[in-house]
C-alpha cells in the first residue's frame, strides 16, 4: 500500500498552541498497525518535533479516527487538557462532523434519515448491519441529503448522530447505495488507488480553550476527476 513520510504543509488546516487539524489523504493510516506503515500520528508528531525544535517525545493527541481509505479532517491535541476537554466533546456529541460520499446513480429519496443498528465482526473488520435492535449491535443514526449529480453518480451530504465503526460505509450498503471504490461493502469495483469515495468534509465545534466557534472545511482529493467534478457544492 502507500508508505507516507513527512507531513505535506498543505494538509495542515488549522494550528494553534492547543490543536493541529489535518486534511487526511486517502491510504493514509492514521495510528499504526500491523502493516508497519508509517502513520499520520507518527507524521504528526515528526512534524510538531521539527518546526518546535522539541527533544525526546512529543504529544499528539489523537481524538478521533476516520477510516485508512477515507480522506478528510482528523483533529489532533497538542496539549493533555485539550485532549480531555475534546474527547468530552466527542461523547457528548458537540463536534459536529459532516462528511460527503459519492455513489452510483440511484432511485432514492433526495434526503433521508437512516437508523440502522451495527454489530462490528472482528474477524473480517466489517461492520453487520441490522434493521432493528439486536444482541450487542449499536444503535446508528446519520442523515443524508443529495448535493450534486453527473452521468452516473451522485454526491452525498452525511451528517453524522452517532460514530460507530465504518457507520456511513454500512449505512449506505444497506440502503444498496455503497460508496464508489468500496469493495468491502458491495461496490462492484475498487479505485484503482485503494481509496473509496467518502470524505471527512467538515467539522464544527468550540474550541476547548479559546471558547470560539471553529469551522473548517477539506479540499476533495486532488487529481481525481470525480471529486474535481463535485468540488464546487
Same mark, same amino acid.
Given at each position: 500500500m502507500?508508505?507516507?513520510?513527512n507531513?505535506?504543509k498543505?494538509?495542515?488546516?488549522y494550528e494553534?498552541?492547543?490543536l493541529?487539524?489535518?486534511n ?7 495510528q499504526g498497525d500491523?502493516?508497519?506503515d508509517?502513520?499520520?500520528?507518527d507524521?504528526?508528531?515528526n512534524?510538531?518535533k ?12 489523537l481524538?478521533?479516527?476516520i ?5 478528510g ?7 493533555g ?7 468530552e ?11 460527503w460520499?459519492v %455513489?452510483?446513480?440511484?432511485?432514492? /429519496?433526495? !434526503?433521508?434519515? &437512516?437508523?440502522?443498528?451495527? +454489530? ?6 466489517k ?14 443514526a446519520l442523515?443524508?441529503?443529495i ?15 452517532t ?5 456511513i ?9 455503497p ?5 468491502k461493502y ?8 485503494g ?7 467538515r ?5 476547548p480553550?479559546?471558547k470560539?466557534?471553529i %469551522?473548517?472545511e477539506?479540499?476533495? /482529493?486532488? !487529481?481525481?476527476? &470525480?471529486?474535481?467534478?463535485? +468540488?464546487?457544492?
Amino acid at each position: 500500500m502507500h508508505n507516507f513520510g513527512n507531513l505535506d504543509k498543505n494538509q495542515i488546516l488549522y494550528e494553534d498552541n492547543h490543536l493541529l487539524i489535518i486534511n487526511k489523504r486517502a491510504g493514509q493510516i492514521v495510528q499504526g498497525d500491523k502493516t508497519g506503515d508509517i502513520s499520520l500520528v507518527d507524521e504528526v508528531k515528526n512534524y510538531l518535533k521539527e518546526k518546535y525544535a522539541k527533544p525526546g517525545n512529543v504529544f499528539a493527541g489523537l481524538v478521533h479516527r476516520i477510516d485508512r481509505p477515507t480522506s478528510g479532517i482528523v483533529i489532533f491535541a497538542k496539549t493533555g487538557k485539550a485532549l480531555t476537554r475534546l474527547t468530552e466533546m466527542l461523547k457528548k456529541h458537540e463536534i459536529k462532523k459532516t462528511y460527503w460520499a459519492v %455513489i452510483k446513480k440511484s432511485e432514492i /429519496p433526495e !434526503n433521508q434519515r &437512516l437508523v440502522h443498528y451495527l +454489530k462490528k465482526n472482528e474477524k473480517n473488520n466489517k461492520a453487520i448491519v441490522f434493521n432493528r435492535p439486536t444482541q450487542d449491535a449499536k444503535e446508528a443514526a446519520l442523515t443524508y441529503k443529495i448535493i450534486g449529480k453527473s452521468d452516473n453518480y451522485m454526491l452525498l451530504e452525511v451528517d453524522l448522530e452517532t460514530g460507530r465503526h465504518h457507520q456511513i460505509r454500512a449505512q449506505l450498503s444497506a440502503i444498496k447505495c455503497p460508496i464508489k471504490g468500496d469493495l468491502k461493502y458491495g461496490f462492484d469495483r475498487s479505485n484503482p488507488d485503494g481509496s473509496i469515495h467518502l470524505l471527512a468534509r467538515r467539522i464544527e465545534f468550540i474550541h476547548p480553550v479559546k471558547k470560539e466557534k471553529i %469551522i473548517l472545511e477539506a479540499s476533495v /482529493p486532488q !487529481n481525481d476527476n &470525480l471529486w474535481g467534478s463535485f +468540488k464546487n457544492f
